[in-house]
């Protein structure tokens, strides 16, 4: 099979704190025969990066090929303020399941922006949904035993019942992102259906996994509930119109609420949910590689999620 050609001028716009836009140039007779496109990105060294952690092993990103330009988007790999630098490879997925590859491209970097907010905001942004992060069997979504992943010792593994939920929305459109490591099919409720002032927001989790990114735990109890009964006694309670993670305040009339975005956010809802005050369907984007973190502990020579280190 004839060689492909390898790309070229690449141009990387439209940035956020966790997208960007990229295209490059090919020769004309591969633009029929390319059926993936590989991307790999680099985290460029910071002399204020944790030394502990592994942020400078590469994200290699394969995607089926679409018409250029395409937009790379996830949170879960993407740091707002945070210099990188990509090249491109072609390629083309023969019989036998193995790729002909083109050479990879030059290099070129790009810095990721700050989340654009309003003053006192703490890097929120609206959002109207949750995005379940598991699907249950039936007409009814019922409580779970959390597993033992996170911080050591943390009260709710192995001890609270709760549903989990996802809650991100994308940057530039306040929407739910079209890709997920989820799984191909999502559980879209609206957030008034979950979260009001009759419901008590509590902090249970903030961890890492050897990883660039933060996960943080919240639960959600519906006031005088099993759920909230037990986490008052064993969680810090956060006010739900004034915290950094995740808020509702009434304005104009109407709740809005607002969640942080430089951190994976993951809400534990402590009672059932009944799938008809939500939506399921199909995602419109890819099925990325899942984020599972099933009984995963985290990482302990962090410098940020441990108080003990570097102190």
Same mark, same amino acid.
């Given at each position: ?71 790379v988007r996830g ?64 007409? %009814? ?30 940057f530039n459109t ?15 409720i609206a957030a ?90 199909? %995602? ?28």
């Amino acid at each position: 099979m004839e060689l492909l050609s390898t790309p070229h001028s690449i141009e990387i716009n439209n940035i956020t704190c966790d997208s960007f836009r990229i295209s490059w140039a090919m020769d004309v007779g591969d633009l029929d025969r390319v059926t993936h496109y590989f991307i790999d990105l680099n985290k460029k060294e910071n002399k204020n990066s944790n030394k502990f952690k592994h942020r400078d092993v590469p994200t290699k990103l394969v995607a089926k090929a679409v018409a250029l330009p395409m937009t790379v988007r996830g949170h879960w790999f993407l740091s707002p303020r945070t210099e990188y630098s990509v090249a491109v490879q072609t390629a083309v997925k023969q019989s036998d399941g193995e790729y002909l590859v083109s050479g990879w491209s030059e290099t070129v970097e790009f810095c990721t922006g700050a989340c654009q907010v309003s003053p006192n905001e703490s890097s929120c942004l609206t959002v109207s949904v949750f995005l379940m992060a598991r699907m249950h069997s039936g007409n %009814i979504m019922k409580p779970y035993l959390k597993d033992n992943s996170g911080s050591h010792g943390s009260p709710t593994s192995g001890m609270l019942h709760g549903i989990f939920f996802s809650c991100h929305t994308e940057f530039n459109t306040g929407q739910p992102p079209q890709d997920s490591p989820y799984g191909r099919y999502r559980f879209q409720i609206a957030a008034q259906r979950l979260f009001g002032p009759n419901t008590n927001l509590y902090f249970a989790d903030f961890y890492c996994m050897y990883t660039a990114y933060h996960y943080v735990i919240l639960v959600l109890a519906p006031k005088g509930s099993p759920g909230d009964r037990f986490c008052q006694e064993r969680l810090p309670q956060l006010d739900i119109s004034c915290n950094k993670f995740l808020t509702c305040c009434m304005e104009d009339g109407e709740l809005v609420y607002r969640h942080a975005q430089d951190v994976i956010l993951e809400i534990i809802y402590t009672d059932p949910v009944d799938l008809s005050l939500g939506v399921l369907g199909e %995602i419109s984007g890819h099925q990325l590689m899942s984020l599972s973190t099933a009984d995963a502990k985290k990482d302990p020579s962090c410098k940020t999620c441990n108080i003990s280190v570097g102190r």
